[in-house]
Each structure stands twice: as C-alpha cells, then as structure tokens.
DNA sequence: CCTCTCGTTGCATACGTATGCTCACATCAT
DNA sequence: ATGATGTGAGCATACGTATGCAACGAGAGG
C-alpha cells in the first residue's frame, strides 16, 4: 500500500541504501544520484516511515512534555514557544499528561521519546529517578524535583518579590496575606520563601492566619482569597502564587463587595496576557516565560544530542509590573 | 542496552512470538505461561519498544491532533477533555501546529499517526485532500472544510443565537453590531449566517458599516470593537465571533470610557469559563465543547477502527446565556 | 604498467515486534 | 487401536530504514 524507499530506488535505478543516504543528504552520495533520487521521491509521494526510521536508528526525533493540568492557562503559553523551538531542531513536542505518579514514567519509556520535559513535577515525584535509571535524558521546565539534579530553567523570584513588597509597604501596607501554590512545588516553595525573606528584609513578617496554600489554579485562589477577606482583620494586600490564583482573588474580591484596589491589593505571579488586559490591569511579578520554553527547548536538544557533562540551570530573572490592583492601603 | 521481549523469553523459557502474546493477553496462551512470562518481563523490567510494534503492526496507536494557534484560549480547554477520551481507548495524542497549509499533511502522513483530528481547517484547506489521498482517516473537530466530506462536530448556533437576538431586540436595541470571525473559517460563516437570519426572522438586518471581521483573537476582538465604539452612531450591542474576542471587545470599551452594559453590551460565544467569573460576566452563546471534544475522540476511534461507510456529523445544541454585559439599550 | 587512493554505490544485516502457519501433544469419540 | 478435534507453543518471516563493510571504477602517482 504504502511507498517504501524501495519502489524509490527502483525508479531511481539504485539501491534502497542509496535512496536513505540521498534524501537525508549525504555527502557520500553524488549530486547526480541525489537529484534523481529526489525526483523519484517527489513523484512517487514518497513520505519515509516514522517507525521504520525510529527502529532502525534507535532515535525518534520525538520529545515528550510532561504536564498534569493541561487546564492551567500557564502552560497554554508555553507549549506553543516550546513546540517551535524544538520544531527547529527538528523535533516534534509529544504531549503526556498523567495524574498517577507510578506509571507515567513508564508510559514516557514506552513510547519511544528521546527526551522529556517535566513541567509539573512535584518535588517528591519518582518519575526523575525512573527516567534516570531508563537512561532517557530530561530536563525541568519551571520546576524542579528534589531527588534527582537535572538541567532545569528556574525563575529567581527574589528581586521582582522583594520590589513588589517595597511598593506595597511604601503604600502603607502592613496587613499583608498570601494565598500560594501548593508546598510539594519547588516553584509553590521558592516563591513563598522569596515573599517571606523579602518582608522580613524590612522588618515585616507574614501573620500565619492571613496565609493559604492550595493548587495554583483560579477556583483555589478564589476560596483562599474569600476566607482571607472575611477575616476580622483581612489583609489589605494580597501576594498570590501566581496570575491564575490572582483571577480568582479578583473574582472572590468582587463576590465579597469588596473593591479592587480601593478595599484589598492584589499582586499576581507570571504576568500572563490577561494580566495587562484594560478590564483586568493586574499587578504582577513578571518574567520571559516565553524565552524560559525556548530555552528548556534548547537544553533538551543538547542533552539529547552532546550529552554533557554539566547540568545547566538557566535562572530567569523577574521584575514587578505595577498596575491598577495595587493602591495605597486604606483602613476599613 | 534495551530490554528486548527476547530477554524476557529467555528468562521466562519460551519463544519470542509467545511474549509478544503472553503480554497482550492473548487467548491462545495459557494462564500458567502468561504468569510465567509477566513475571520475567516485571523482573527485567521490560517495556515494548513503540517502533517495533509500530513497524510490525502498521499501527501506532497515536492520532494527531491539528492546531494552527495553541495561544487560542479554546483549544487549551478542548486538549484536555480529548486527550482523555482517547487515552480510555488507548490512543494517545500527539499534537501538530503548523501554519503553512502545503507541508501540514506530508509531516502528518510521515508521522505515521493512525488517525488526525482537523481543529483549525479553514474552508479553503487542502490538507484534509492530501490525507484522504493517502488514506490516512480525519475527523473534523468544529470547523469543517469544504472540498472533502468527513466525520465531524460541530456547533449548530441557530437556537442560541436566535435566543440572544430576541433577548436583545427585546431590550431595545436597534443599532446591532458584530464582530466575527474570519471568512474563511466554516465555524465564522455559520455564526454570521446565523446571526443574520436570526435578525431577519425579526424584520431587523445588521447595518453593514457595523460589521466586521479577523482572526478569532483578543486583538482582533478589541480592534475592531475600538472601531466600531468611534463611529458617529456606534452600535448599543455588539455579537462577538467568540468569547475571546468578546474579552477584547471589553478591554476596547474599558479603554475608551465606555461603560458595559451601560454604555454598550457585548455577547460572546462560547462560554469558556472567564464568561463566568465575576469580574467579567460575559453574556454568551453556550453549548458543551467539552462533551463536543470527547466525541470527536470517539469518531475518531470509531473511524480508525470499524471504517464505517457512512460519516457521521453530530450537531451540539445551543443556548443563551444572559449576564451582565447585557443590559437595556441606552442613547448616549 | 602497477599500485594506491578517493569517490561512489551496493550488499548484508540489524533493529523489535506481530502474525500466519506448522507442529507436538493430549483428549476424546468411534 | 485409530482417527478426529482442540490446545498451546514455536518457526519463519515481514515490516521499512539505517549503517558497517566490501566492491567497483577512475584517476593519480610512482
């Protein structure tokens, strides 16, 4: 049914060899050969098999990104710069995402990958160790896991944490809350440790009944943000885990009456498109995440293709973009 | 390096065809031998090389799915719910965005995927030709394209949109616009049909200078509502292609003073879930994309599997959604 | 004129699994 | 006791490509 370089090579008048060489141009082959084996190739259709390729030269060209909660509108701007940026080293982005700890790594091994990218890995997760024992080269996207060190980027969220809080405190704010990522995230940790070496920098500490964890999505920070608002003394500035969690302080925020910057400040994490939308202006702690996949991309790439020695751990700094959701502090 | 279904037979005490077998529980083997081979294979720690299979049975169990923008908040809420359906049939998804519409379906093809799900077709697209040429089953996932009949979901906006126009006529507006979609997309020129003769059902017909179209992006949404909102008689309600423009439309009014629904009232069209949070309350048209993704998955297997003669084109209903940027036409 | 080298091509085979067919053996009816 | 039936496993091979090695011819150098 299908055309195989054979029916290539026999238009051609050469040998199936000859016909791989010349299509993946190979300097052994002659301009001659190649241009008649290319236009054999073009008028049978010839496609080469993905499988037979994979088989025969042990590679796939195939790249998998491991993400759990594909829902998370983070990890939507991610995977389109990560998928070009593979797309030029010729890879393809494979998507995988799993609940189950146990047998994803399985799954990654079985499907043939050259690499994975681990973008929601908790710090605790086996798949690390699973992946290290199978020999498939990784790399940490955004987060890290504890047990196994790998290339990894990493956002350094100390300097745009410690500005936001300077501003917040200039403000008059005193009565400071967070509502943050879960504690089994490197990134729900780093950010919670940034937020509290920052305050305390200055002398300030976060009151253990004005801070909530939970998963970093906009119905959690939603909650979170309704409970702190309800308090006897509720903060009058709110860090969130990140932009997502953000929304849902917005949405619990406007369920409560309480007005956005007027009653409450609220400053997010990422800096997602929606935090710069006119009906939104959200106060943020910004990064490239853009640039942050495309390097991940290229840390995958070369681990596949050099295998070197050192692991990389690419930082990426961050700044706070001051919007509308912050205000001065008000005493209700 | 790899294990090898011979290592489990040699381990095990039996050949390799009845591994191969033995692990995918083949009737023929005896309940005594299969024990003995998955106990060597758990021991080996043996997992099936993908290629092989892939090369041996002509088959890889992978289905593609086409996206042309990821960025599209849309398609980030489809992934999810499609990816699972397939998974429970053992199919797993592999995602394609491409731009250019030549080279899509040989990459497609060389891929030796099973099975590909259209989600961005345009009206004009070869691709869905090329794969039909080579065999290679599609299933249109909303849009469709016009020169090759497939299976397919999509959306029938009539009763919605005729629901929305009576609620809005109702309310008095007479001065209606439209931000669509573009042209040449099969899901923007059923909208716009639809909204016409929704309108034309009720003696009212939409002005043409308050009509436009783009890409089914926030910034197409917020410029053309930014023109439309500068006219001399701007219109009091503007119909959105979808929500996310419906999102743009909103930033475009908050930028240019004007109040929604006060001042202007925006409806979208498909209720992803901002629509709901309370600090955006998007009136929309609202129909199941969830359940419409799933099933796209099981046309897919379906066709992949049994060939049906016939296709199959199911229809997901419509309805109107009212909330808060909706209100009662005012004169400015 | 012989040998050596270089450039080009073909030959043989490996990669790992799935499957049609054969075969051995046991069970049972005749 | 013989043939028929059925069960379970092995043998041989196919799938399509890539690659190490051999081979071939031409040209160059001695």
């Not at 998928?83 to 990654?108: I, M, P």
């Not at 043939?112 to 690390?128: H, K, M, N, W």
């Not at 780093?190 to 070496?197: G, K, M």
């Not at 308090?231 to 619990?252: K, Q, S």
């Amino acid at each position: 049914m299908a055309i195989t370089s054979r029916d290539v090579a026999r238009l051609a008048g050469v040998s199936q060899p000859t016909v791989s060489r010349a299509l993946r141009d190979d300097p052994r082959v002659s301009e001659d050969t190649k241009k008649r084996v290319r236009d054999a190739a073009a008028l049978l259709g010839y496609v080469p098999s993905e499988a037979g390729r994979a088989l025969s030269s042990g590679r796939t060209r195939r790249i998998g990104l491991l993400v759990t909660d594909l829902d998370n509108q983070f990890y939507s701007h991610i995977i389109a710069p990560l998928h070009r940026e593979l797309e030029t080293h010729g890879y393809q982005l494979v998507l995988h995402t799993e609940t189950t700890d146990e047998s994803v790594a399985e799954r990654l091994i079985a499907n043939g990958l050259d690499g994975v990218i681990l973008a929601t890995t908790t710090v605790e997760s086996v798949v690390p160790l699973r992946l290290r024992d199978r020999g498939l080269p990784f790399v940490y996207f955004n987060r890290t896991a504890a047990l196994v060190d790998a290339d990894a980027t990493v956002v350094a969220p100390s300097v745009g944490l410690q500005d936001a809080v300077d501003r917040g405190l200039a403000l008059g704010h005193r009565r400071i809350g967070a509502v943050l990522g879960p504690q089994n995230t490197s990134t729900g940790r780093s950010r919670e440790r940034a937020l509290r070496a920052a305050l305390a920098d200055r002398g300030v500490s976060l009151d253990a009944d004005l801070v909530r964890h939970g998963p970093f999505d906009t119905d959690a920070g939603d909650a979170a943000t309704a409970e702190l608002l309800a308090l006897e003394g509720a903060p009058t500035l709110i860090f969130c885990g990140n932009d997502v969690m953000a929304y849902g302080a917005l949405n619990a925020a406007r369920r409560a009456g309480v007005p956005v910057p007027d009653g409450v400040s609220i400053i997010g994490f990422d800096d997602l498109p929606p935090a710069s939308w006119p009906i939104i202006e959200l106060s943020t702690i910004a990064y490239d995440y853009v640039q942050m996949a495309r390097e991940a991309g290229r840390l995958m790439v070369r681990r596949i293709e050099e295998r070197p020695q050192e692991y990389a751990h690419v930082e990426f700094a961050t700044t706070f973009i001051e919007r509308r959701t912050l205000a001065a502090a008000v005493t209700r």
